[in-house]
């Protein structure tokens, strides 16, 4: 898999949020992949049709990436994360930060402000795919 790695962009995570992460990467197999959930892939769900932006976490193995439309990649204190290139818009130079909210919900920020406050996590979607 050949990834273009967003130079100078790193997404910091509160040691929370990466001991939540620890949790559902149980194998070494195990790829992060932060999802722009757009309606674009096979884990993704229709597009939000709102000025909502909707980002999760996709715990998924390795051999099942489709590099195609997971193209980019942030590194991170879990090491490289990939995203959807068109969604490094959202990260460039904004400084990007994951951080637990007082709720215990996962929320994405950046110098530019709240991007989303509710970043889910789905352990292996292509597995619950192949399923249907």
């Known amino acids: 898999m050949k990834l273009e790695v967003i130079k100078m962009t790193t997404l910091k995570m509160s040691n929370e949020v990466i001991e939540r992460l620890k949790k559902h990467m149980t194998t070494d197999s195990d790829q992060l992949i932060l999802d722009f959930d757009d309606g674009v892939g ?6 939000v049709c709102s000025l909502d932006v ?3 976490f996709l ?7 489709d590099d195609s439309i997971f193209d980019e990649a942030l590194d991170s204190p ?4 990939l995203i959807k290139s068109y969604a490094d818009n959202y ?4 400084a990007p930060k994951l951080d637990l909210s ?4 996962i929320t994405l920020k950046t110098n530019t402000g ?4 509710n970043v889910e996590i789905l352990d292996h979607p292509e597995t619950v ?3 249907k």
Do not use: N, W
């Open 42 to 47: 096979a884990y993704s769900k229709v597009g």
């Open 54 to 56: 909707s980002f999760r």
């Open 59 to 65: 715990v998924v193995d390795q051999e099942s990436v």
């Open 78 to 81: 879990m090491g490289k994360v």
């Open 91 to 94: 990260f460039i130079d904004e």
């Open 102 to 105: 007082k709720l215990g919900l």
């Open 114 to 117: 709240v991007i989303d406050t």
């Open 129 to 131: 795919a192949a399923s």
